[in-house]
């Protein structure tokens, strides 16, 4: 499983690194969003890919019992979550503001714009 989301990580990195290079406002946008899932791919597959349960350690026990699931990389990953959606909003909002008021979504053209 770890080689094929390998290569989704990859192409999610090459996806996003090509919408990103793109001359529109837009499409930036979106590559920072395949970029940001790709990170989060990225993490959660180099931490190993294993089914198990709860990191829960039974009472009178001293080490939890059976195959258990990591979850530092869990809670990286929702945090990462969370700040991605923030900024996307802004971008978001940011990108509309920028749209109302240049009348254009290209970066070439809003370079060259001094309002």
Do not use: C, W
Not at 106 to 112: F, T
Request: overall charge neutral; hydrophobic content about 55%; proline content about 6%.
């Amino acid at each position: 499983m770890e080689p094929i989301m390998a290569i989704v990580v990859g192409l999610l990195y090459a996806a996003a690194i090509y919408m990103m290079l793109r001359r529109s406002i837009v499409k930036l946008v979106i590559g920072l969003m395949l970029i940001s899932n790709a990170a989060n791919l990225l993490i959660f597959t180099s931490a190993g890919m294993t089914r198990g349960g709860p990191p829960l350690i039974p009472e009178g026990s001293v080490l939890p019992e059976g195959v258990i699931a990591d979850p530092l990389p869990q809670a990286l990953i929702l945090t990462a979550i969370v700040i991605a959606f923030g900024v996307l909003a802004f971008a978001v909002v940011l990108i509309h503001r920028a749209y109302n008021i240049l009348r254009t979504d290209n970066l070439d053209q809003m370079k060259d714009t001094d309002t």
